[in-house]
């Protein structure tokens, strides 16, 4: 089984505070807070305390997870989001979940 790695752009982690390509209701603010703290989530599981070595059950257990986080970023991402910022942004997590559900198909059960 290869190491599991989940290349997050690092410009999601900040896409959803700018205010930039936004709507710009309570309620998305709210929700696009709560998408930055989801992404942050899934950085800090995957880069900053990822599981041991070969530990393959407690990896899966993470993908696991950041896909569930992932999605409800997406969510909140593609009603909350608009114009190019939104496009990229819901591009990139999309190809990230692909490949999370790829690995996720090959590797964990």
Known sequence: MKRFALALPLSLASATAASAGTVDTPRCRTDLAQ?????QAVDTRTYKSPPRRNDYTAAC?????????????????QRCMTGRDRDENIGQMVASLGDIEMVLARNCR
Do not use: E, G, S
């Open 35 to 39: 998408a930055n703290a989801l992404i």
């Open 61 to 77: 257990t993470v993908l696991r997870q950041n896909r569930v986080d992932m999605r409800a970023a997406t969510k909140i991402m």
